[in-house]
């Protein structure tokens, strides 16, 4: 099992930064995958960034490419999303995942979960 926590969403004006964070602890050396999803309101749950853990170039989704980055610090356990030059469109519930064995982290190969953490931005 792995359990995800995520904080540093809340409410920015268009331009503005945000940086989440996703604490994850248990069998977190299992993990080949993490990710940053996001679901607005009336929306489907969309991958925003994908971080493989053996290496490799980070994945966005084509509207953050450039404004988002995600990352992570082995020694915390820890996976970041920073996300810059905000626009309204970017609100959402944001969720951080993790996925086990799976060697392209496509978005079903996630099975790990945190709660959310919302993020709005006005205009």
């Known amino acids: 099992q792995v359990q995800l926590v995520e904080s540093g969403g809340g409410s920015v004006q268009t331009g503005g930064s945000l940086r989440l964070s996703c604490a994850a602890s248990g069998y977190t050396y299992r993990t080949s995958c993490m990710g940053w999803f996001r679901q607005a309101p009336g929306k489907e749950r969309e991958v925003v960034a994908v971080?493989?853990?053996?290496?490799?170039?980070?994945r966005y989704a084509d509207s953050v490419k450039g404004r988002f980055t995600i990352s992570q610090d082995n020694a915390k356990n820890t996976l970041y999303l920073q996300m810059n030059s905000l626009k309204p469109e970017d609100t959402a519930m944001y969720y951080c995942?993790?996925?086990?064995?799976?060697?392209?982290?496509?978005?079903?190969?996630?099975?790990?979960w945190g709660q959310g953490t919302q993020v709005t931005v006005s205009s």
């Open positions: 995942a993790a996925a086990t064995g799976s060697l392209y982290c496509r978005s079903d190969d996630f099975g790990y």
């Open positions: 971080l493989y853990i053996g290496g490799g170039r980070p």
